[in-house]
């Protein structure tokens, strides 16, 4: 890049798959700049898609991370880790954080995911579910899991069954409590679900459909005589568990670009290029909708391979690549001839 670009400054808040692939990107491509990546998480990025490898004992977090302290120093990439924004001025080019700083940008990448979505009606239970985000929420969910013990997956998403593989494979009973998530994000059709739900059945697992029990109304904790968990239905039918895990699909983490000038809809909306209504901040990956002039609407693009594209295309346009989006992920659920479900969305590297 040229002397004008050698002050700017690149934020990047978020250090998942799109905001690392964005820091790898920019570092290439404007080597003179400063490119500051922010994340909450207090681990250098790991991979979230091997986090099922806890279940198979894994307790060491430096074995699933994907990038070393050193690589940020040798990349002068800078990393502030366990650091919240707050707020974001699109105006002045400015963010808040958590503890009262005030960061300046040239330009601002927006890659901060999504977190798990839950039912407004299950949400006062939260604290009796595990969640799977995180690390240490998958150690914990591991360490409540007896040895072939049962896990109770609510909603039943891509995610959750991904999960719901490897506890099938490590000797774990695992029930699926399908409600109109099932398989989230690809489409499932009322006609469709008694095959996929025979499907699940023929992978191992134990499939309830919510529907006819009403939905699901509460989560208990152990009493007298009781399992850990009880997931309560609203015809006042129970099923016991070791452990409930929330799958109902992610929501858009974006409370603090509320007030920042770019306009959001579920998710941060952006054009082909990925930049926002700002024309200084972009966004990539699980936070955003992209225009589709196919569809005539913003969407969401899901899978690992888009999320990291996203970054990349974020990072070349930001550097006045001036590319659209293009979409690099196969979103269609199979059936198999063995009668297994495969959804490309369990694909990664
Ligand atoms: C265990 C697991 C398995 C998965 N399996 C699949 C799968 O099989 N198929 C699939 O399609 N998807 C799967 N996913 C989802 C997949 O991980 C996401 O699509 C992908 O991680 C999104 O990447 P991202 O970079 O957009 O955001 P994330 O990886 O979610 O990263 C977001 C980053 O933003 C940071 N952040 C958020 N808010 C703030 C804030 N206010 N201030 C500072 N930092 C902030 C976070 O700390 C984090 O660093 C799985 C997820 C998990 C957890």
Redesign the pocket.
């Known amino acids: 890049m040229g002397t004008a670009n050698q002050a700017r400054h690149h934020v990047i808040?978020?250090?998942?798959?799109?905001?690392n692939q964005a820091a790898e990107t920019l570092r290439r491509r404007d080597p003179d700049s400063r490119v500051t990546m922010?994340?909450?998480?207090k681990l250098p990025f790991f991979n979230?898609?091997d986090?099922?490898r806890v279940f198979h004992g894994e307790r060491d977090w430096r074995k699933l991370i994907v990038f070393a302290p050193e690589y940020y120093l040798d990349h002068g990439i800078g990393l502030r880790r366990a650091?919240?924004?707050t707020g974001v001025d699109g105006a002045r080019r400015t963010l808040a954080l958590a503890h009262n700083e005030t960061v300046h940008f040239d330009t601002l990448l927006v890659?901060?995911?999504?977190s798990p979505y839950i039912p407004a009606e299950l949400a006062e239970y939260r604290p009796l579910m595990h969640g799977?985000?995180s690390f240490q929420d998958a150690v914990a969910a591991a360490d409540a899991l007896p040895p072939g013990g049962h896990a109770v997956l609510m909603g039943g998403d891509?995610?959750g069954l991904?999960?719901g593989r490897t506890l099938l494979a490590t000797g774990y009973r695992v029930s699926v409590v399908a409600d109109q998530h099932l398989l989230w994000p690809h489409e499932v059709t009322a006609a469709l679900r008694p095959r996929y739900f025979d499907a699940l059945r023929g992978m191992g697992f134990t499939v309830i459909d919510a529907e006819p029990r009403g939905q699901m109304s509460a989560v208990r904790a152990a009493g007298a005589g009781r399992p850990a968990r009880t997931l309560v239905f609203n015809d006042g039918s129970e099923i016991g568990a070791d452990i409930v895990m929330p799958f109902f699909g992610i929501a858009p983490?974006i409370d603090?670009m509320l007030g920042s000038g770019a306009d959001i809809e579920r998710g941060l909306l952006v054009q082909p290029d990925l930049r926002t209504t700002n024309e200084a901040i972009y966004a990539?990956?699980?936070?955003c909708q992209i225009w589709s002039d196919a569809d005539k609407r913003y969407r969401f693009y899901?899978?690992?391979k888009n999320?990291r594209a996203m970054?990349e295309l974020a990072a070349l346009n930001v550097t006045g690549a001036g590319l659209p989006w293009v979409p690099s992920q196969d979103e269609s659920l199979q059936l198999c001839a063995d009668g297994r479900l495969h959804s490309p969305?369990?694909e990664y590297a």
């Open positions: 808040i978020g250090s998942g798959v799109a905001g922010i994340t909450l998480s979230r898609y986090l099922p650091t919240r924004v890659a901060s995911g999504a799977f985000a891509t995610t991904d999960l983490a603090y990539a990956g699980d936070v899901h899978g690992w999320v970054g969305f369990w």
